[in-house]
């Protein structure tokens, strides 16, 4: 995998490395080298999301509190003083580089809820289509997991999947996967490639040793399992130099987790697969031959709604009659279609008083069976 062949690319920053692991203060200046990495990226035409850990590690500093031995209702309120610092850090940093950045606080159950986590993918194209770069941090306050065991290396990979993203870097403090811990004085290899995450591989894995994350190469294993089955390509490389990313590009040596299918036909399986359908939505011959040339269904080639549906279930198209021509996510309910069914997209924010996207079902939520 060539980091140059990617799209759209979630970087996954630790606690270890923005924060100096002696004096506990923000490292200022790695965090510019990273807001130039992503510079870079832009300028080579990619679509950049960044999950965040550090709010607590930055609450802990401002308030002047140990970090260990905190107790939990301690962590999730020391990082809701410190995601303030965090954010102004980095809008400090990105704004030098010319870019605009936003927050999004999500938990692990905010990505593995359908209707949450389309809510969360459709907020995050709509920036990255503004220009925007996606600052995602865990939402502490009600999150509790994730603080227990990982630092975010499982919520990237979901980020990574639920915006179909085709490469997930998790930025380290060592270069990969080694064949065994290169701490210990062993012997280790750095592995290059993963196709497979055996059981080997599973037995290479070591703990974490850092104070300030609580995520260790375990929670990047997992992480890598989850990218995998979304299509979606994974590299753990070390991340406490200077642009780190732009020293992926040039070569330095990490390991990449590869997939064996792109994060579309990763999507579209999930969808056609593992969702039974709650509806039905009758469409057109217009319409039919729209989807057969790759376009997504209007509501002005909707002819019947049946079913009791919300926004984000999964729907089974037919036409007129009475082949199934796919199932795909609906954008509206069933109450909603049948509002605006027939009506041309322009006409949704008039009739509803308010609109979601121009598609009754998105191309890229639409499974078709048959063409």
Request: glycine share 8%; aromatic share 6%; charged share 25%.
């Amino acid at each position: 995998m060539r980091i140059e062949q990617t799209k759209r690319i979630v970087i996954k920053v630790g606690s270890a490395l923005l924060f100096d692991q002696d004096s506990g203060t923000l490292n200022k200046e790695w965090l510019h080298s990273l807001a130039e990495d992503v510079k870079f990226l832009r300028e080579n035409n990619k679509e950049v999301i960044i999950v965040s850990s550090g709010a607590i590690a930055m609450g802990a500093k401002d308030l002047n509190l140990e970090m260990q031995n905190l107790k939990m209702d301690f962590n999730q309120a020391v990082s809701a003083v410190g995601q303030i610092h965090l954010m102004a850090s980095f809008k400090n940093a990105f704004e030098q580089n010319e870019l605009k950045i936003s927050q999004i606080l999500l938990t692990l159950d905010d990505t593995e809820q359908r209707r949450r986590s389309i809510n969360a993918r459709r907020t995050i194209d709509t920036l990255l289509n503004l220009g925007i770069v996606p600052i995602v941090n865990e939402n502490d306050t009600i999150a509790t997991n994730e603080i227990r065991y990982g630092d975010n290396d499982r919520l990237a990979s979901r980020v990574a999947q639920i915006t179909s993203s085709d490469c997930l870097i998790l930025l380290s403090n060592i270069n990969g996967l080694y064949s065994s811990d290169p701490n210990t004085g062993d012997d280790g290899k750095l592995i290059p490639t993963v196709t497979e995450i055996s059981e080997d591989i599973e037995k290479m894995i070591g703990d974490s040793v850092s104070e300030f994350g609580k995520g260790g190469m375990r929670t990047k294993i997992q992480a890598a399992k989850t990218a995998m089955l979304s299509g979606c390509h994974l590299a753990i490389t070390n991340g406490s130099i200077q642009r780190p990313i732009k020293s992926l590009f040039d070569g330095r040596p990490c390991t990449w987790f590869e997939p064996s299918k792109t994060p579309m036909a990763a999507r579209k399986q999930w969808i056609a697969g593992t969702m039974k359908p709650v509806g039905q939505i009758v469409i057109d011959d217009g319409a039919v031959n729209a989807l057969k040339n790759g376009s997504s269904l209007l509501p002005a080639g909707v002819k019947s709604i049946d079913g009791d549906f919300e926004r984000g279930d999964v729907v089974e198209v037919y036409s007129l009659g009475n082949l199934k021509i796919g199932v795909g996510l609906s954008s509206y309910s069933a109450k909603e279609g049948k509002s605006i069914m027939g009506h041309k997209s322009d006409e949704i924010g008039k009739i509803l008083s308010y609109s979601y996207r121009e598609e009754m079902i998105h191309k890229d939520d639409l499974v078709l069976l048959w063409v």
